[in-house]
């Protein structure tokens, strides 16, 4: 199999996925936007899923890169405000996709399901890891770090899926409406942590 060709494809039913949405596009649009046949496509991607799994895990390639390359030799705020920073410029890049709600929070897909609460472990794994640096720095007071990061993750994760569900149109939204998102989120981050220290 060729992997020149199985990214090339990738790459384009991103590009679809993000102006169209997963729900409205076909494996008869991304063949024609190549122009493929429909068999090449099917050669490289047995059916849609395989193909939306493709996309997400390029996705969670970024999301792991981006997230590494934060330094923890630096306060507990800065280091969650990178993270929502980081969150908020692949939020903007891949927007349109998260719109099929079910996709990122009750994926029917098993694979798919599996491999997010794989990212959500290691979300999860990263955010103990400098929570518990910050208790052993004297920076917040010590607690139970396990449930802290569990109720921090649903909190920023609840922000999310609020602005999700108030969002009228599958449009990109505007400059303000991240910036509130942001702001919102880095709020609660600096409110959640100054509870925490001492």
Same mark, same amino acid.
């Given at each position: ?6 990214? =090339? ?5 991103? #590009?679809? &996925?993000? !102006? +169209?949405?997963?729900?409205?596009? %076909? ?17 490289y991607f047995n059916n ?33 405000? =990178? ?5 908020? #410029?692949? &939020?903007? !890049? +891949?927007?349109?996709?998260?719109? %099929? ?43 139970n770090i396990n449930k ?16 999700? &569900? ?20 880095r709020a609660f981050s ?9």
């Open positions: 199999m060729n992997k020149e060709k199985s990214q =090339e494809i990738v790459l384009a039913a991103t #590009k679809r &996925f993000m !102006r +169209y949405g997963i729900a409205k596009t %076909t494996m008869e649009d991304i063949a024609e936007d190549l122009a493929l046949t429909k068999p090449t496509l099917y050669y849609k899923n395989h193909l939306v799994r493709a996309v997400l895990e390029q996705i969670f390639t970024e999301y792991f890169h981006l997230l590494h390359t934060i330094s923890q030799n630096q306060s507990l705020e800065r280091i969650l405000d =990178e993270v929502i920073q980081m969150q908020g #410029k692949l &939020f903007r !890049r +891949y927007e349109l996709l998260g719109y %099929t709600i079910d996709l990122f929070f009750k994926p029917k897909d098993k694979i798919l399901q599996g491999r997010f609460e794989e990212v959500k472990s290691i979300h999860m794994d990263f955010l103990n890891r400098v929570f518990q640096a910050a208790e052993r720095s004297m920076e917040i007071k010590k607690t802290v990061v569990r109720l921090y993750f649903s909190c920023m994760q609840g922000i999310l899926l609020n602005y999700l &569900f108030h969002k009228q149109a599958l449009t990109p939204a505007s400059h303000q409406e991240h910036l509130l998102l942001y702001k919102n989120a600096s409110i959640f942590i100054k509870g925490l220290m001492r």
